[in-house]
């Protein structure tokens, strides 16, 4: 059993920032994906596993070297002929992050995690980045009457996407005005994905592989 997860920010505008990619991308991608049946997810947020289940596909030692563990173990479940329950409950995340850089190293973490497990999946995410793509639509063929309507479209469709949200996990709104600045963050991450393997987690660096398994770069045989 594992169950989908909100964000709360539990250390000012940035950890709020780091909350609302959960909550508003997150969450609707995750929702859309199982809806469609084009998710198997496995949430690290929350997993309960019998031990029989567990010790039958290998243990903790067999999701050991992957970076998105949770989602390994999930597999590895499936595989075995099982199934992974989603109850209808979410439980909440407390995003801790206190500066832009720790923001993004986290979320660049979590971007090339996916990409590694589903690249052809995670390229066809860009189609969601809606706003950032009208204004670089605008940018590059000149502001005109349909530009225009097409980033009052994006914005709209931002806004109401956080309403349902926010009415969805019974909770005031937060970060409105932010969230056309949440969205282009969250462009930049994942335009910085493409470019490079590696990821920082708890100080140390790791090389990600194909469907994220994790080489420490410093212990690899010479």
């Given amino acids: 059993m594992t169950l989908l997860y909100g ?96 923001l993004f190293v986290h979320e660049l973490r979590w971007a090339r995690t996916i990409r590694a497990v589903d690249p052809a999946g995670y390229a066809g995410l860009a189609i969601t980045h809606a706003l950032p793509l009208a204004l670089m639509g605008a940018v590059l063929g000149g502001m005109g009457i349909v530009p225009g309507i097409v980033i009052v479209a994006a914005l709209v469709s931002r806004l109401a996407l956080q309403l349902m949200v926010d009415r969805v996990l019974r909770r005031r709104r937060r970060l409105f005005w932010g969230g056309p600045l949440r969205d282009l963050l969250s462009f930049a991450v994942f335009v910085a994905s493409f470019f490079g393997h590696e990821v920082e987690w708890a100080g140390r660096r790791y090389e990600v592989r194909a469907a994220a398994r994790i080489v420490d770069p410093d212990r690899r045989a010479p």
């Fill in 7 to 102: 964000g709360i920010g539990a250390a000012g505008l940035w950890s709020t920032f780091a909350a609302a990619a959960i909550d508003y991308d997150f969450v609707p991608n995750a929702l859309v994906g199982l809806r469609l049946g084009l998710a198997k997810p496995c949430f690290g947020s929350t997993i309960a596993i019998r031990r029989d289940t567990l010790s039958a596909i290998g243990g903790f030692a067999a999701v050991a070297d992957y970076l998105s563990d949770d989602y390994a173990l999930g597999t590895l479940v499936r595989g075995a002929g099982l199934s992974v329950a989603i109850p209808p409950y979410t439980v909440m995340h407390l995003c801790n992050e206190r500066s832009l850089r720790t």
